[in-house]
């Protein structure tokens, strides 16, 4: 049995993202979780790591992660 891990992909833009959205997106083990933005308009590392807690909690409680 494989549990499920929330990872997070920051800075994946340009060629690189798109190269890495596609190989996620075709690999079945990966699934894709809308999850609602962060606060990436700061440059407050507490405030980021705040609301990346927050929202994996969030996943978890719904059973999503």
Known sequence: ???AVPVWIIG???LLGA???DALTADPRWAPVAARPLP???TDESVMRAAARTEAERLLEVGRA
């Open 12 to 14: 994946a833009r340009g």
């Open 40 to 42: 990436w308009s700061t």
């Open 19 to 21: 190269s890495l959205l």
């Open 1 to 3: 049995m494989t549990s």
